[in-house]
């Protein structure tokens, strides 16, 4: 249909529109759209215009007009479009100073710029832990388990037998058998009796003295009070207590009082100044045991 040289200024004229394209920073897209239909245009147009002419004369005459007119429309909307558009720096040629200027460069981040972005957050991070940690409720400690009481019962049997046995079973009730001593008559063969009694007043929280009417004048085969011999059972109690500032508590039974310091030998003296607790008959013996039990757990 067409010569060789039709196609070949065909060519030419789209590889000029495409190198003006590029100078005029021309996006992509329309400059590849611009060349399909110039294309369109100068393969199509002749051909249309075959139709409404008479010959092959008639075409060949129109032919060379039909593709300048092309190339001239892709070339003003070119220029137009390097008038109104965004300017661009040519492709491959540096930018000059003040372009370089007008658009600020992002500074790449360094390595110490990102550890101290990393220590940043890990330090917020803490922080907002630290403080959820500090908002959020802990459940209070469970107290330590207290410690049993031990509990020593110093008496005179032919004093208190009867109403000490009453006291011991509710002690044992309340603290344990095991940590309530009563007798030491049960001193093992050739041991120092007073070296044993001393160990086990060492081992107790407290000594209970119970004194009855009778504890202060018992008297023994010679007829001298107990209290003055200093090998008594009952007064090396009370001594090895005070000794060790145990708690000494006078348990008064049978409507008895504490004796005064000056009918005490001086050693168990200090027994007139500690407070006791009266433990009555019934019907108030449960009671006023109730009452000794409490003031022992304090």
Known sequence: MFGLSYYVLLLITLIVVVVLGIRRSVPGPQILGLCLFLSAYVLF????????????????ETTPFVALSGVAAAILWLAWHGRTGRKRPPVGRPRSKGAASARPKRAKPTRQAASSSAK??????????????????KPPPEPAPKKPMTVFISYRRDDSADVTGRIYDRLSTEFGREHVYKDVDTIPLGVDFREHINKLVAHCDVVLAIIGRQWLTVADGDDRRRLEDERDPVRLEIVAALNREIPVVPVLVGGSTVPPAEDLPEDIADLAYRNGAAVRPDPDFHKDVDRLIAGLRG
């Open 45 to 60: 147009a002749p051909a249309a215009l075959e139709g409404m002419t008479s010959g092959r004369a008639a075409l060949d």
């Open 120 to 137: 940043a957050a890990a330090a917020r991070s803490g922080a907002q832990q630290r403080t959820t940690a500090g908002t959020t409720s």
